[in-house]
């Protein structure tokens, strides 16, 4: 290979980042007052016009989403319905006096609260059979009155009355479960997460960036902007629902990713300006050098953030879309308050961007000797280094071949709540009952004596597979066009049982007995059904999302520094990282090494959403440190620093605010861990894990090691791609760029 000739240049090349900080440091009050005022309109508007929220039939995928599709246009009542289980602990069956007796008291309770309507007893002959095989346990169904999205906020009236039946009937266990209990109960612990996450991360990251900044203002400032970014991009994105609904959980992820690369942009820019200011740059000067270096690192950094967010829209899931809106809009936020309000804070504050000056943390400017530790052996060994690191990580991501996806069910939480331990009770005398299959007929009338016959016929069918169970309940909407057929499936609803009892309905029951009426059409949905189907979609979109993640990075890399070799590297070792942080969710989580840990139990298997999710943020945010050290190195070798040299100025350059925002990541990732639902615990974890091998084996180990070997071939462009833009890396500074102190040893062969 031959490293390009051209790519010392010194034609001048427009810089947009040095362009908008000037401007905005030249129009100070405008810059800080629009980005304020922009903040707040956006933010009163988007809750005037409120957002529009993904259906249920916009999420699946497969015959499980044409049948919710189905039940949606069909004009049934939208209501949410609850179970009451009435069993026995000492032996007596359905048909004592006393367990009769209960089921009245039950039936009466309810009703008295005004809150339910439909009572169906087990004693009832069209009750499908809800009364256990061995005759010692039944089922009081109902239906939840007024609003379905209120329905958990109301419940509360309803769970007290059956916990006084239950007080009443001491040799019967009594209790409720069903849609709004087990929302309420999984809500209220959610919600108390969430609260607790939002009330220690910002604490969490300010204190952080007060031990790295040493300063008051400097630290507020990273803070800042992230949550005005964040607030703002989510009053804009009420405006984008409107053309892709969104998921309550999308504004959780905004804030996630907002306040990572929030803070780590300006921790970018108040490192460089402050680097300038010591080698003796007058402010102005140190805040240009600043805008043209790390104002640029962070506008390519973005735009390759943003792509890697955006490979969520070829996920085809409505759920993936909703979040790449939110991620695509919270980083162009956050990259546009970095380059316009930012400078002009910094041109306001000047020196007292410094205010607020901590005893010892503010002197204790880190000379990097740990990064000297690691990045001398690296520099010098850098075949063993190299060799080290790129083993170290493969061992880690090994079982991640061995990754088993499922859509998490009720599983996903631990079920100490009383909602689902009655639902574990619930699944276990009713196989399926709690999360029935749904077979959707479709039908110019589904009354009529043909359409009926093939219903008994597919009830008797289904029983007779040994994997379907009763009761089997059969609902019809208002204009007799659709039948939703309720029957219990083997299983839990996500394990292997649930997947062949749908695959057999499907394969061989539907089709043999409803299959063949005219002018018909019959979808197995249902919870276990479209668990199945997400699953198998999530599985097979992952080779599309990766390979568009994948592209355009490299495109951009590639763009951005002008070297092939460059963007195959940064595409080689950003995989290897995602790759070993696969590997420790899988073992973690999926074998279950975390259990005692992390106080969850492994239900053998990974959340289907959660490999592509982990991907698109672990890929976005560590292109945001290796662009980062990149335009450091690069910016050092186009000042006529030689390769190894520029390597090893550009590490250590930025080794202290990479850890800086390293650790804020970490600490923040961390606390998902603490929440309730396994899924979260391991993004969370997935994340921190991913996040510190990256800033410290690969930026700290490999990528100095293998850019190390290289030599001048990091750089090495085709003559037939000479025709890509000569991008400016930054400004003169104001003093030279010095080689390393120990530059013999980064020399030495």
């Known amino acids: 290979m031959r490293p390009d000739a051209t790519h010392r240049s010194t034609r001048p090349h427009r810089n947009i980042a040095g362009s908008l900080a000037r401007w905005s440091a030249r129009h100070r009050a405008t810059a800080i007052l629009g980005w304020l005022a922009f903040v707040v309109v956006v933010t009163v508007a988007g809750s005037s016009i409120g957002t529009t929220m993904l259906k249920d039939s916009e999420i699946g995928s497969g015959d499980s989403q044409k049948a919710e599709q189905i039940i949606e246009n069909a004009g049934f009542p939208d209501r949410v319905g609850e179970l009451v289980l009435i069993q026995s602990t000492n032996g007596q069956t359905a048909d004592s006096a006393e367990f009769k007796q209960a089921v009245s008291d039950v039936s009466a309770a309810v009703e008295a609260t005004g809150e339910v309507r439909n009572i169906v007893s087990p004693y009832d002959p069209d009750s499908g059979g809800a009364i256990s095989a061995d005759r010692t346990a039944a089922l009081v169904s109902f239906e939840m009155t007024g609003d379905p999205d209120t329905a958990a906020d109301r419940v509360g009236t309803v769970l007290d009355a059956v916990e006084t039946v239950q007080a009443e009937h001491a040799d019967l266990f009594i209790a409720q479960t069903g849609g709004a209990s087990i929302e309420a109960a999984i809500g209220d612990s959610l919600d108390q997460d969430f609260n607790r996450l ?129 991620t695509v809009l919270v980083v162009a936020v956050a990259v546009l308050g970095s380059l316009t309000v930012l400078p002009a804070l910094l041109s306001k504050l000047g020196d007292r961007v410094d205010f607020g000056k901590l005893p010892l943390l503010y002197r204790r400017q880190s000379k990097g000797r740990l990064w000297n530790m690691v990045l001398t052996p690296a520099l010098r060994f850098p075949k063993v280094a190299a060799t080290i690191a790129i083993a170290g990580l493969a061992v880690l991501a090994v079982p991640a071949f061995h990754l088993n996806t499922v859509l998490p069910g009720a599983e996903d939480i631990s079920h100490d709540l009383p909602a689902l331990q009655t639902y574990d009770r619930v699944q276990t005398a009713f196989p399926g009952g709690a999360d029935p299959a749904a077979i959707v007929v479709h039908a110019p009338d589904v009354t009529t004596p043909q359409v009926q016959a093939a219903i008994q016929e597919f009830r008797s069918a289904a029983l007779a597979t040994g994997e379907a169970f009763e009761p089997m309940v059969v609902r019809v909407n208002p204009d007799q066009t659709v039948a939703n057929i309720n029957i219990g499936v083997a299983g839990n609803g996500t394990d292997e049982a649930s ?168 600490a923040v990732f961390l606390l998902f861990t603490t929440m309730s639902l396994t899924s979260l615990k391991a993004l969370g974890f997935g994340l921190a894990a991913a996040v510190l091998l990256d800033a410290t084996v690969v930026r700290g180990v490999l990528l100095p090691a293998v850019m190390t070997l290289l030599g001048e071939r990091n750089w090495y462009l085709p003559r037939w791609l000479r025709w890509l833009p000569d991008v400016s890396h930054g400004e003169q500074p104001a003093h030279p760029i010095e080689p390393p102190a120990d530059r013999e040893l980064v020399t030495a062969r």
């Not at 390519?300 to 829209?313: H, N, P």
């Not at 309905?505 to 018909?520: E, I, S, Y």
């Open 198 to 326: 939002g009330m220690l991360s910002i604490p969490l990251t300010l204190g952080i960036l007060l031990v790295a900044f040493g300063a008051l203002v400097a630290a507020l400032l990273p803070v800042g902007l992230a949550i005005t970014a964040i607030v703002g991009a989510i009053g804009v994105s009420a405006f984008a629902s409107r053309l892709f609904p969104l998921t309550e959980e999308t504004s959780h992820v905004m804030l996630l990713v907002g306040l990572a690369v929030g803070v780590d942009y300006v921790m970018f820019y108040i490192r460089r300006e402050r680097e300038e200011r010591a080698r003796g740059a007058d402010p102005e000067r140190a805040l240009a050098v600043a805008a043209a270096t790390s104002g640029r690192s962070v506008l390519i950094s973005g735009l390759t953030v943003m792509a890697a967010m955006a490979g969520m829209f070829v996920a085809g899931s409505g759920i993936f879309t909703s979040f790449a809106v939110g």
């Open 499 to 666: 997947q062949h009892a749908i695959e057999t309905l499907r394969a061989d029951v539907v089709p043999q007995t409803l299959g063949g009426l005219p002018d018909t059409e019959a979808y197995v949905g249902g919870w276990a059904a479209a668990a199945l189907d997400v699953d198998q979609a999530m599985t097979g979109s992952m080779p599309l999302v990766f390979g568009f993640v994948l592209a355009l990075a490299f495109l951009l890399v590639l763009v951005a520094f002008r070297s092939l070799v460059i963007a195959v590297t940064t595409i080689a070792l950003n995989l290897l990282s995602v790759a070993a942080a696969y590997g420790l969710v899988v073992g973690m989580f999926q074998y279950g090494w975390g259990e005692s840990l992390l106080d969850f139990t492994s239900s053998g298997s990974i959340a289907s959403w959660l490999p592509i999710f982990l991907f698109v943020i672990l890929f976005g945010l560590s292109m945001d440190y290796h662009v980062f050290v990149l335009s450091r190195i690069r910016e050092a070798y186009d000042r006529g620093m030689p390769t190894k040299d520029a390597v090893a100025h550009g590490i250590r350059s930025t080794a202290g605010v990479i850890t800086a925002a390293a650790v804020v990541m970490v």
